[in-house]
């Protein structure tokens, strides 16, 4: 059964924005989030992750162009992408665990739930 739903992806052109979203009847406020993708011929790789206590991280690549975020009281993650570069074309992903944190942050499987992707293509 599908567990995390993301939605806002599409096809932009360079120097745009998108706002990520990420949904499911597993988040819960306590619930350590994070986003990844994974680049044609690439592997899963991490962006951006926020505990329940709003602790954040990311990636080298996307610092300061990218901003995680959580509406606690709706269930719902965002990824609001800034400045995108083609070499952000990917199939982006939302993982959750429920813990409070993990560690790494940046393994996959650090996380228990994932979603099926939404594809942001930069051209």
């Known amino acids: 059964h599908v567990q995390l739903v993301e939605s806002g992806g599409g096809f932009v052109q360079p120097g745009v924005s998108l706002k990520l979203s990420c949904v499911g009847p597993v988040l819960t406020s306590r619930d350590c989030m994070a986003w990844f993708r994974q680049r044609p011929g690439k592997e899963r790789e991490a962006v951006a992750s926020?505990?329940?206590?709003?602790?954040?991280t990311y990636a080298d690549d996307v610092q300061g162009r990218f901003t995680i975020s959580r509406d606690n009281a709706k269930d719902i993650i965002y990824l609001h992408m800034r400045n995108l570069k083609p070499e952000d074309t990917a199939m982006y992903y939302c993982?959750?665990?429920?813990?409070?944190?993990?560690?790494?942050?940046?393994?996959?499987?650090?996380?228990?739930?994932w979603g099926k992707g939404t594809q942001v293509t930069v051209s």
């Open positions: 926020i505990t329940k206590d709003e602790a954040i």
């Open positions: 993982a959750a665990a429920p813990r409070s944190t993990v560690s790494p942050w940046s393994y996959v499987v650090s996380y228990d739930y």
